[in-house]
């Protein structure tokens, strides 16, 4: 499967970006992670292909994670945006059931990382 970025960005704070993520194939779970300047890759917010969605507390209530199955595309809905949200944002995917959806260990497939710059 090979994963596809896009819409990456500079945004004030307190602005909006969407992300989207097409796949080339069928996925089971498609995933968000970041790393930003000095910082180790994090967990942003996943979604199944059933619709089970899960979030990183530093996101939920900002970001909304979506996912369009007959096109293999999920979509990061990101809004009031803070400084400390810039980073490298990668999508990532896997087409086997695996319980938690937050680790970057359960994910095979990666796409290239898009640049968030949120200026405050």
């Known amino acids: 499967v090979q994963l596809q970025a896009s819409g990456g960005g500079l945004v004030q704070a307190g602005g909006s970006l969407r992300l989207s993520c097409a796949a080339s194939g069928r996925t089971y779970v498609m995933g968000w992670f970041r790393q930003g300047p000095g910082k180790e890759r994090e967990f942003v917010a996943a979604i199944t292909s059933g619709g089970s969605a899960d979030y990183a507390d530093s996101v939920e209530g900002r970001f909304t994670i979506a996912r369009d199955n007959a096109k293999n595309t999920v979509y990061l809905q990101m809004d009031s945006l803070k400084p400390e949200d810039t980073a490298v944002y990668c999508c990532?995917?896997?087409?086997?059931?695996?319980?938690?959806?937050?680790?970057?260990?359960?994910?095979?497939?990666w796409g290239q990382g898009t640049l968030v710059t949120v200026s405050s």
């Open positions: 990532a995917a896997r087409i086997s059931y695996a319980s938690a959806i937050s680790l970057s260990d359960n994910y095979k497939y």
